[in-house]
Every structure is written in structure tokens, then in C-alpha cells.
């Protein structure tokens, strides 16, 4: 199953973080524009008005800070009623009951990321993380001591993992195979055929699955969301989550651990045990915010959900649409989930422009456009665009980059 992904090699630099080069980005805008900056480089739903939480999610929150029964520590494992609520949760679509002890909070999913890591690290540990993917975990396991190795997604295949690669890449030290479902950067959704095989490949390797869930049900194709947690009887997986992207409340920092293993594996007293010692070390979300974690589960309408992914759907569509009449730039795959997507840019086709940092940067001082170079993620000469954006401000931002293109285009 080979990728024909261009620079197969390339990873995400060490220590390069996405908001690092975000940062960076903005410095590059030219102040005599007078056009607004539009920023499709970073998953923050909310910097747009087509995106905003429900009153009865904000509610939940001023109920339970103005109740005062919540100013004080939480258990570090989290508040008993979160807990719970997670679980039954994320039980609703698992074929088994999951239980309040198998849930931590912690603080986003970055949080639970790193807990992960460090709950599994051990002297000469690896990690296989995707290619693309999140550059957090590269940064998490670095400090960790956790050496990282990259298996491909292909994007011929709908950016499905490289099943070859991973089993070539795995030896006895590895400690996980981290799969991000649906999937930042790419867009994609993995099928429920997939998933089994991505589990059972885990198992001939005995090792397990670290399901990261941050957009899950965040699926607008033709493929469903399943969790990984599904074939948990198969392989133990941790799954990570968070409220943040379904719920558009990323500032929240209320993220979940969740031990996903009917098998009992995590129950084992001294696994538990340590898991739990690892979390007093944390500090957590804040306790009004977990308290209210009960309500916003509950009373949340499904319209709310219906209205989010017709929007992503309408922006992905925008985005595909306008793409192909952009001939240096092409997507393999139309968008099945998540916020973003990863565009191909083809240099050949281009007057100077070195490679996709280059593009990124000469595009936001020309045009006050901002989307994220590939090799952030892992992929040099691709770009990340994050659609998460209304309708009107996708349709903009890809003007402007079809007029920056025709303008750096070989005659």
C-alpha cells in the first residue's frame, strides 16, 4: 500500500507548534492593506459567527458558578457527576456500558494527550503518529522521552492509514498507535472496515490504540463517525475527547481520558492506581465547568448538532468548488469530517515560490489570507485550510488566493 505523497520523509520540525507559525504568519501582514486579515489557518470555530455554542450550554455554566456549591478543588480524577455523564455518553454508541471509573477530565484534549504519553512512556518507548497529523504529540512525546516514528496516511485511499507502514514501523517498545478520527488535517472519516483492520493490526503487534476523538460525530459525508472504542475487545484503546469542537467551546478546556477496554485491562489495581497518582498531579478543568458538564450533555438539541455540520458541510463544499478553479492547487479528497483539509500545492506550476512556506507566507502579505503550510503537519508542499468559516468569508479568502495564484502563475 504505497503513498505517492510527495517527501515522504518529511515530519513536523521539533519544537514548531502551529500557533508558532501562526504567530509568525500574522507578523507578515501588510499594514497598508486595508482588507480585513482572513484566517483560515487555526480550528477555532468560534473567531466566526456561524459558529456559537447554545444558551443552554451557557446556562449550564452561570447555574452552576452562581450556585457557589463549585468555588472550590475538584477530585483530580474529576467530579463524580462528570464522570458519569461522560460515560453514559460515550456509551451510546459502544456495543458495552462504559463506567464512571474509567474517565479522567482533564484539561482540553492536549491535556489528555500528554497524560496518555506519559501513562504509557517507559525507557526506549515509541509512538507511530500519522503522517499528517497533530504536531502536539511530537512536542508531548519530545519532552516525554518518547521516541516518535510517522506512519502515512494516503491520500489516494481517502487518507487511510498505511497499514504496511505501521507494522513495518513497530517493534517491542512500541507503546501505541495513535489514530486521529475524524481526522485534523485531513478531513477524512475512517470507515468501520478500516477501523476493525487498524485494531486487529494493533493486536498482532500487541500493542494498543490511542483514539484521538476531539471532532467526534463531526462527520458530514457519506461515512459515519465510529469510535474506536468499538473494537475495543479486539485491542485496548484509550480514547481522548473534549466539548470543544462539538459543543464550540474550545476556551473551555474541558477535556476526557477514557479508558475504552471491556477486557479490564485498565481495571487492574495497579494500573488504576497509577493512573490515578498521575492525575493528582494535574490540575484539571475548572470545577464550575465540569459541574456543568451534566446539563450541557443532556439538554443539548440535536438541531444544534444538525445546524453545525450542514454549515461545515456548506463550507466544504465552497472550498472543494472554488479549489478547482485554482489549477496549482488540488484536493484529493473532498472533506467527510472534522475542520480542515489538506490542499496539494503544484510549485511547478508557480514563479516564486520556493514551497508551501514560502506560499503561506508571501499569500498573507499579499492578500491578508492565512492558511497553515504543510510541513506543519508533516507535509511539505501541501497547505492546511481549516473551513470551520462562514460561507461568505471561505468564498473571500479563496478569491484571494485564485488572484494570488494567477498572479505568481508561469506565463
Given at each position: 500500500m504505497a503513498s505517492n505523497v510527495d517527501s515522504p520523509a518529511a515530519a513536523p520540525p521539533s519544537g514548531i507548534t502551529i500557533k508558532g507559525i501562526l504567530s509568525l504568519l500574522m507578523e507578515s501582514i501588510d499594514?497598508?492593506?486595508?482588507r480585513r486579515l482572513i484566517s483560515l489557518g487555526i480550528g477555532d470555530p468560534t473567531v466566526y459567527s456561524a459558529f456559537h455554542t447554545t444558551p443552554s450550554t451557557?446556562?449550564?455554566v452561570v447555574h452552576t458558578l452562581r450556585s457557589q456549591n463549585f468555588n472550590g478543588y475538584a477530585p483530580t480524577v474529576g467530579l463524580p457527576q462528570a464522570r458519569r455523564s461522560i460515560a453514559e455518553y460515550l456509551s451510546r454508541d459502544l456495543p458495552y456500558k462504559l463506567t464512571s471509573d474509567d474517565v479522567f477530565l482533564t484539561s482540553g484534549c492536549t491535556q489528555a494527550i500528554d497524560a496518555a504519553l506519559t501513562i504509557l512512556s517507559r525507557p526506549s518507548a515509541n509512538v507511530l503518529l500519522p503522517r499528517p497529523g497533530f504536531p502536539v504529540y511530537e512536542l508531548i512525546a519530545t519532552f516525554?522521552?518518547?521516541e516518535v516514528r510517522y506512519y502515512d496516511l494516503v491520500p489516494e485511499k481517502g487518507w487511510e492509514v498505511n497499514l504496511e507502514n505501521v507494522e513495518a514501523l513497530a517493534d517491542e517498545n512500541t507503546i501505541a498507535v495513535v489514530v486521529i478520527n475524524p481526522g485534523n488535517p485531513c478531513g477524512n472519516v475512517h470507515s468501520y472496515q478500516h477501523l476493525m483492520e487498524i485494531a486487529e493490526t494493533a493486536r498482532r503487534l500487541k500493542t494498543l490504540v490511542i483514539a484521538d476523538e476531539v471532532y467526534a460525530h463531526l462527520a458530514f459525508g457519506d461515512t459515519p463517525f465510529v469510535p474506536m472504542g468499538t473494537f475495543?475487545?479486539?485491542v485496548p484503546v484509550l480514547t481522548l475527547g473534549s466539548l470543544s469542537k462539538r459543543w464550540i467551546v474550545p476556551g473551555w478546556r474541558l477535556g476526557w481520558f477514557v479508558t475504552t477496554d471491556p477486557s479490564g485491562k485498565f481495571r487492574n489495581p495497579k494500573v488504576t492506581e497509577y493512573i490515578k497518582k498521575y492525575f493528582d498531579l494535574l490540575g484539571g478543568p475548572a470545577t464550575f465547568i465540569q459541574a456543568a458538564v451534566p446539563q450541557i450533555i443532556e439538554?443539548?438539541?440535536e438541531a444544534f448538532f444538525e445546524k453545525t455540520l450542514?454549515?461545515?458541510r456548506l463550507s466544504s463544499d465552497i472550498c472543494c468548488a472554488m479549489l478547482r478553479e485554482i489549477p496549482c492547487l488540488s484536493c484529493p479528497q473532498k472533506p467527510k469530517g472534522s475542520m480542515a483539509m489538506m490542499v496539494k500545492v503544484n510549485l511547478s506550476m508557480l514563479e516564486d515560490i520556493s514551497d508551501d512556506i514560502d506560499f503561506c507566507f508571501k499569500l498573507v502579505k499579499e492578500e491578508s489570507v492565512i492558511i497553515l503550510p504543510g510541513i506543519a503537519v508533516g507535509l511539505k508542499d501541501w497547505v492546511r485550510?481549516?473551513?470551520a468559516a462562514d460561507p461568505t468569508s471561505i468564498s473571500e479568502a479563496l478569491g484571494?488566493?485564485?488572484s494570488f495564484c494567477q498572479r505568481h502563475s508561469k506565463r
Open positions: 499594514p497598508r492593506d486595508t451557557e446556562d449550564a516525554r522521552r518518547v475495543a475487545s479486539i439538554e443539548t438539541d450542514d454549515t461545515l485550510i481549516t473551513f484571494r488566493v485564485k
